[in-house]
């Protein structure tokens, strides 16, 4: 692996705010995070990264839970209740209508069962959409004699065209629609308000896969879907597992957990509560994660992101003598990358590409592949510094060397 200890601050160039880019604040903004100093985590938008604090409450929680287990399973379900009330206002979702789940693909699997597919029917999906969520429809549409529909969405079409595009697709045959609100091998975000509109007008239920969107985005909840799902762990840095789950009022009394447990009777969100003996204390701590982003700022966090994966796109285009991706609506916080014709173009070459990143230029980041094309996708956290992305653009061109 190459020796990155010399170089992370590089040089901050023309990066936004300086260097750092938290003023005399640096130190401890870093500090929350704790974080591993062998290897550049450029690839918050897969994993997130849990604060220091967070880890250690979650780690005082579980001795509690072995400590007397029978107490922490008595008092379990007034403690997730609790998390959830003030998870669902980070997320923007009205308490009545949010329970939490382990993960989005948890939330589209209990929102797809949930559906009255006839035969015949369709699910429509863009071509942006999740791999496992693409994998969730197909399950369901197979199980009850429907089929999945892609609708092709131009990397570049502004949120008029993907709303004419929708307009145009969903017709008598159509089940239900699912639209991410941030696709994650593309890095753009979604009309989806608008597109919870036109699935109202025609009577079609509209499913948002907003994984990136909680911390990413201001209340994104509140966008009029029928199910809206979006993971904790990654913007909002919670504990993974952790993710919420938002239904309308007219699906709730079909909606059921992904586990059949003893809340299986209760009315919902309650229901969603009691999944078994799983660990609970990521979804016990994701407020904490959430209180200490509120501490720094969310709008400050976000501004600070958005620049800061604008800078490194640019870095990284500039090391490449490449363009950048031509994305209407880009992500917030991820940008990508175009990479040179014929690279990371399948699904095994874009994992091969990233893990020659990590193993030859200590750099985790994400390359993904869209429609044969290959991407890097560049993200940036609060704990992110301009000089990484100058270490991986150099790293990235050794390696496609």
């Given amino acids: 692996m190459t020796d990155t200890t ?3 601050e590089g040089s901050a160039g023309n990066a936004p705010g300086g260097n750092p880019l938290w003023g005399d604040d640096w130190p401890q903004v870093r500090a929350l995070w704790s974080l591993d100093e062998t290897v550049l985590h450029l690839n918050h938008g897969s994993f997130g990264g849990v604060p220091a604090a967070v880890r250690e409450e979650q780690d005082r929680l579980r001795a509690e839970a072995e400590n007397s287990p029978d107490a922490w399973f008595r008092r379990l379900p007034a403690r997730i209740a609790a998390a959830r009330t003030e998870l669902a206002e980070v997320c923007g979702a009205p308490v009545e209508a949010f329970s939490l789940v382990l993960n989005a693909s948890a939330g589209t699997t209990s929102a797809l069962a949930s559906l009255p597919l006839r035969e015949g029917s369709h699910l429509l999906l863009t071509d942006h959409a999740y791999g496992a969520a693409a994998m969730a429809a197909a399950r369901f549409a197979r199980a009850r ?5 892609r609708l092709e969405v131009p990397l570049d079409a502004p949120a008029e065209q993907v709303l004419r595009l929708l307009e145009e697709a969903v017709d008598e045959r159509t089940g ?3 639209m991410d609100q941030v696709s994650s091998a593309t890095a753009r975000t979604f009309p989806v308000a608008g597109a919870a509109a036109v699935c109202r007008e025609r009577g079609v239920p509209l499913l948002v896969d907003g994984a990136h969107a909680p911390g990413m985005l201001d209340g994104p909840a509140d966008c009029g879907a029928d199910f809206w799902v979006g993971n904790l762990h990654k913007w909002a840095c919670a504990p993974r597992g ?13 909606v059921r957990g992904p586990i059949a ?9 309650a229901a969603f509560d009691q999944q078994g003996t799983w660990d609970a204390t990521g979804w016990l701590t994701a407020p904490l994660s959430a209180a200490l ?6 709008e400050r966090v976000r501004a600070h992101n958005a620049a800061l994966a604008e800078y490194g796109q640019a870095v990284v285009c500039e090391a490449l003598g490449t363009a950048p991706a031509r994305v209407a609506d880009p992500a917030p916080s991820m940008r990508l990358v175009p990479l ?4 990371a173009g399948t699904f095994e070459a874009a994992r091969a590409l990233q893990y020659a990143l990590v193993e030859r230029a200590g750099c985790e980041t994400a390359v993904t592949t869209w429609n044969g094309r290959g991407f890097l996708r560049v993200s940036a956290q609060v704990y992110n510094r301009p000089g990484e992305y100058e270490v991986l653009a150099r790293g990235l061109r050794e390696v496609l060397s």
């Fill in 6 to 8: 010399g170089t992370r």
């Fill in 340 to 343: 040179p014709p014929g690279t």
């Fill in 293 to 298: 982003l509120e501490g720094l700022g969310w």
């Fill in 145 to 149: 004699g429907a089929s999945v529909r």
């Fill in 176 to 178: 239900a629609v699912l």
């Fill in 261 to 269: 447990s003893w809340g299986e009777e209760e009315p919902y969100p």
């Fill in 242 to 254: 952790t993710a919420g789950f938002a239904v309308s009022a007219e699906h709730r009394g079909r």
